[in-house]
């Protein structure tokens, strides 16, 4: 499991050492991953770094200092280097020991921003080096120009130093411009704003490099499961098992208008793999899902009476006043429920931690106006931790908030992110089958066992539930790029390919993280 931090905690924890007269030697740790992170990107991506070409784009402060130092290692692979001096001050060792491997220095002004356009545009590779952690607010002019039109024009390789400027390290907002990284090298810890909102699209791949922080990190301010927590998470099913001790989900979806939110859903949970799916819904709907998944148990019964360990409600339900009741009654009845679609506009004032809402931006734009915070979507889709905690605080029930990056919120304030999913996945009916992934999964680890799964990854039981929705979205996600890889995603398929990965993640051996 990946852990990251606010960048605050990450300069607090640097703070003894550079009080103790050691930032040379950190800022030398840092530069060397990078430099050794670039030089292997120039290798695996186009052969090599002798005679390739490189510019650091250098602001004022410390960041400046890494870069132009992992510049100066590159010269001497026989790199062409150049710097772009966005500031009339940078780290004036770090630049005395680039222009003694030979780079060459511009400085950027309005007067040169077109011509340092063009000579950056062609470079192997850009590293960017203006804004640090430590910088507020997007970039000025002219710098603000320069990256603007680079973003447009660059054809190289383009490395973020410890993160892309204008990402907020703490919440992943993205103040425009901002040149998109293939890959960021970050220092002595992951930072939140790289692992969520539209910061972590700019990030692009990240690798971390160890600086020797002497001082104990905070608890992470986010979490980020990987493969092997999935299969450390996921119920095998024992010798004395049974079709009841396996997990029963019943799920409460579909419409006349929407039948097909029952199927998809079905399908889902049911290649999840649990014991037993109980269907509630219209005799219409209900016949299409045993046609389809003669498995699942199917009746027109209420919520009361029937006998499951956790509820799916909502998707493709939303006229249906027999399943509104069912989602109304499925939230009340204390079990463990998946709040989905049409069901978000039926919750009460307040609920537990076992209710998981899944809503899109757009949903949970509605949820908390019902709950009187203004917020439109474009809001929420810049500052999806922020949202989701405050839908958490707000509702008592974890949220899984939608989107290229699924962010995850427990009432407790511990927030989870995942982003394996692929553009592919942005379907009619996607969201279907996540509901279905996570409705099976919440069955199965609804009693005692799924404590002990959460405790065995080094999660608060507190946070089982959010954990839980994380790993569905890490599922969905691998399913999607599993199918993405055959050509455009055709959603009632996704099962097989989740079937796939499960069978991949449950052989892999232990710790391995073996699905990209």
């Known amino acids: 499991m990946l852990s990251a931090y606010s960048g605050s905690a990450i300069r607090s924890a640097e703070a003894p050492l550079l009080d103790a007269g050691h930032g040379a030697a950190l800022m030398q740790r840092a530069a060397h991953g990078l430099y050794a992170a670039a030089a292997a990107e120039l290798t695996s991506r186009i052969g090599g770094c002798y005679g390739r070409t490189a510019v650091v784009l250098a602001g004022s402060g410390n960041n400046a200092g890494d870069a132009l130092f992992a510049a100066a290692r590159l010269a001497g692979r026989g790199v062409r280097t150049t710097a772009i001096l966005t500031s009339a001050t940078t780290h004036p060792l ?6 003694r491997a030979g780079g060459r220095v511009e400085l950027l002004s309005p007067a040169t921003t077109g011509r340092l356009v063009g000579s950056t545009a062609a470079a192997d590779l850009v590293i960017d080096g203006i804004l640090g952690i430590g910088g507020s607010g997007g970039l000025r002019e002219p ?20 993160l892309p400027s204008g990402v907020d390290a703490d919440t992943g907002v993205v103040n425009e411009p901002v040149l998109h990284a293939d890959l960021t090298v970050t220092f002595g810890a992951l930072k939140t704003g790289l692992l969520t909102g539209p910061g972590a699209h700019a990030a692009g791949r990240v690798v971390v490099v160890d600086i020797g922080l002497s001082e104990p990190l905070p608890e992470p301010d986010l979490f980020r499961l990987e493969a092997a927590d999935a299969a450390a998470l996921y119920r095998r099913p024992r010798p004395a098992d049974h079709k009841y001790t396996r997990g029963v989900l019943g799920i409460a979806a579909g419409s006349a208008m929407y039948p097909g939110a029952a199927v998809l859903a079905t399908g889902a949970a049911l290649a999840t793999g649990l014991g037993m799916v109980r269907y509630l819904g219209p005799p219409s709907v209900a016949a299409l899902v045993n046609r389809t998944h003669p498995e699942a148990v199917c009746s027109q019964g209420q919520v009361k009476p029937t006998h499951v360990q956790a509820w799916l409600v909502g998707p493709g339900a939303d006229e249906d006043p027999d399943q509104r009741r069912r989602a109304r009654d499925a939230m009340a009845s204390g079990l463990p429920t998946v709040v989905d679609a049409g069901a978000l506009a039926l919750l009460p004032r307040r609920l537990g931690p076992q209710v998981i809402l899944t809503p899109h931006a757009g949903e949970l734009q509605a949820v908390l106006a019902r709950r009187k915070v203004r917020a439109i ?8 931790t922020e949202y989701a905690r405050i839908a958490a605080e707000l509702t008592g029930a974890t949220v899984l908030l939608k989107g290229a990056v699924t962010v995850v919120a427990s009432p407790s304030g511990t927030l989870f992110s995942q982003a394996e999913a692929t553009p592919w996945l942005a379907t009619a009916g996607s969201g279907d089958t996540l509901a279905g992934i996570l409705g099976a999964l919440v069955a199965t680890l609804a009693d005692d066992d799924g404590d002990a799964a959460i405790d065995r990854i080094g999660v608060p039981v507190q946070d089982k539930w959010a954990a839980i ?7 969905h996600g691998l399913a999607g790029t599993r199918a993405a890889g055959f050509g455009p995603i055709v959603v009632s398929e996704l099962p097989q390919h989740l079937g796939a990965v499960l069978a991949d993640l449950l052989t892999a051996p232990p710790g391995k993280d073996t699905i990209h």
């Open 94 to 99: 770090a630049l005395a020991a680039f222009q």
């Open 143 to 162: 710098a603000a120009t320069l990256v603007r039109e680079l973003a447009a024009a660059a054809t190289g390789i383009v490395v973020a130093c410890d």
């Open 377 to 384: 979507r474009r809001d929420i889709e810049a500052a999806p």
């Open 469 to 475: 929705a994380a790993a569905a979205a890490l599922l």
